[in-house]
């Protein structure tokens, strides 16, 4: 089946630190690359789509200048969590999709960031 | 808008029971549906999927039916696991959405031996 790999699995770092989470799709072009974020015992929250090679479409109260998103190509997107702070720490998932609609996402298995 | 509502947990079965997580949904047109797992500490596993009105999606012991007539898309599963305790997620996406999903709020399995 499709795969999606997500890197780093863990970070812990200082506040201030700037944080890249990279998704990759191993098997398939991914067309659209989703982000979330989730909260402890939480669903999950749409962050922003980004479509390769176009700027990503963040959801209402995300803020764009702190979570940078890059779709540089069909099988990577990047999301850079800049000057970090605690309120921060989440669990981050990135998921992809091929071209065809109705097609199902295929999820990374997270990021884990704690800021200290 | 569309959206997607499950019934809230935890839920807490003993091996070999028989297990239902309810799932109920608003939508336009004709969506797709989904269930996908999360164990803990990962990411969501698609589980099963249905494309239209009366198709079950089946794996790994698990069925759900797409009933349009009663929006609904309940999982099953007549015998449960330890390995299945996990947090599973109902969810649809619409064909002019670009696979964007729409997710219920998640229903945590808790099954003991």
């Known amino acids: 089946g499709a795969v999606v790999s997500q890197h780093p699995s863990r970070v812990i770092c200082k506040s201030g630190t700037s944080v890249k989470i990279e998704c990759r799709s191993l098997?398939?072009?991914?067309?659209?690359m989703f982000w979330y974020r989730q909260f402890p015992k939480q669903s999950l929250m749409l962050m922003a789509t980004?479509?390769?090679?176009?700027?990503?479409?963040?959801e209402q109260g995300v803020e764009k200048d702190k979570f940078l998103i890059n779709h540089a190509s069909l099988t990577l997107s990047t999301l850079t969590v800049t000057s970090a702070h605690p309120e921060d720490s989440s669990f981050y998932i990135c998921?992809?999709?091929?071209?065809?609609?109705?097609?199902?996402?295929?999820f990374g298995d997270g990021t884990r960031l704690s800021i200290l | 808008g569309d959206s997607v509502t499950q019934m809230e947990g935890p839920v807490t079965l003993s091996e070999e029971a028989f297990l239902t997580i309810n799932c109920t949904y608003t939508?336009?047109?004709?969506?797709?549906l989904f269930w996908y797992v999360q164990y803990p500490g990962e990411g969501l596993q698609l589980l099963l999927k249905?494309?239209?009105?009366?198709d079950k999606g089946s794996n790994k012991g698990f069925e759900a039916t797409y009933r349009k007539e009663t929006t609904s898309f309940h999982l099953e599963k007549g015998s449960v696991q330890v390995s299945d305790s996990a947090v599973y997620f109902c969810?649809?996406?619409?064909?002019?959405?670009?696979?964007?999903?729409?997710f219920g709020g998640g229903t945590r399995l808790m099954v003991k031996p």
């Open positions: 998921s992809a999709a091929g071209q065809l609609s109705n097609q199902p996402q295929h």
């Open positions: 098997d398939f072009q991914a067309t659209t």
């Open positions: 980004s479509n390769e090679g176009s700027k990503a479409t963040y």
């Open positions: 939508a336009t047109g004709y969506p797709s």
């Open positions: 249905a494309t239209k009105a009366d």
């Open positions: 969810a649809l996406t619409q064909g002019d959405a670009g696979n964007m999903l729409t």
